[in-house]
């Protein structure tokens, strides 16, 4: 099938930090890191300005407070969980970040520089990337198509050139589509490169989905809930190529997740929303003896897919 008009064209270099533009995408898949043998964030890292910062963020809808006074700082290369119990306030946070919600008070910096709603092309321009809670891929399409399909905010060559194929446009989508080979080499997906989305069991399409966001090389990549619905050694293997990516590209990675067993053995740090509040901000053991967490999750640990509770 012929890459899709959307699909075709060339990433914005100016995106892209140029250690990565330098080094290219990978060639083959680095070994998936066990979920347990956290990489702490360097001390570089973690003296380094936030890429992601939140400032006093309040969202209401109607009489219901769905996030209160909430300060976030993300810094380069972290991998940042958002965990709470349902209603906690997650997606509303992640809506916020990647532009869906303006946010009635507060502000949102990407390396120090201000947005708030702001349309889905814009933000793959900023170098925002994300995934969805419940799979937004085209499954009538190839995988490689809706890889593809990452770069479609990124095009350079107009819709006359891309429909002819001719001058650029070809060579746009040669790179298209050579990026898109390679990123479904290191989320080992090549065997699965041309067919359906639509025929692929579950936890494959949330790797499809995970490769889409990726194939942009964003800055920061958001994953809404990245894990959900899948066993739990696909549990673990998504977990692996989330740290790989973070390793390959300094991807900075913020999820929010159910499986706080897995969201402990994969994050840098975990950011505890309850009520729509922070409750707590810290390293996966100090959350895990955190006594304001632990209340909040009581009673509330078979809301987890493994029932792993804290
Ligand atoms: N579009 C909306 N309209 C009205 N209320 C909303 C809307 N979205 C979220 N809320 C409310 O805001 C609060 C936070 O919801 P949110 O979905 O952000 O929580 P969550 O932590 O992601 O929950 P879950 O784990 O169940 O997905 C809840 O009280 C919810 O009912």
Known sequence: MPLPSYALGVMEASVYAPEVLAR???????????????????????????????????????????LADIDLSVHPGEIRAIIGPNGAGKSSLINV?????????????????????????????????????????????????????????????????????????????????????????????SPVRDRLVGTLPYGLQKRVELARALVAQPRLLLLDEPMAGMTASEKGEMAGFVRAARDRFATTVVLIEHDVGVVMGLSDRIAVLDYGRKIADATPDEVRNDQRVIDAYLGVASDNEDGAGI
């Not at 570089?44 to 910062?53: F, I, W």
């Not at 006093?56 to 407070?65: N, Q």
């Not at 490689?144 to 650029?168: E, M, P, W």
């Open 24 to 66: 290219g995408l990978p060639s083959a898949l680095p070994p998936a890191q066990p979920s347990e043998g956290r990489a702490e964030p360097t001390g570089l890292a973690a003296q380094a300005a936030p890429l992601l910062s939140l400032q006093g963020i309040g969202l209401s809808f109607g009489g219901v407070v769905a």
């Open 97 to 189: 970040i990647s532009g869906v919600y303006r946010p009635d008070r507060g502000h949102v910096l990407l390396d120090g520089v201000g947005y708030a709603q702001v349309p889905t092309q814009r933000l793959a321009h900023l170098g925002v990337a994300r995934t969805f809670q419940n799979l937004a891929l085209f499954k009538g399409l190839s995988v490689l198509d809706n890889v593809a399909s990452g770069l479609a905010y990124k095009v350079r060559s107009n819709f006359a050139g891309q429909v002819l194929g001719i001058g650029r446009s070809r060579g746009e989508q040669r790179d298209t589509l050579s990026r898109a080979d390679q990123i479904l080499q290191f989320l080992d997906l």
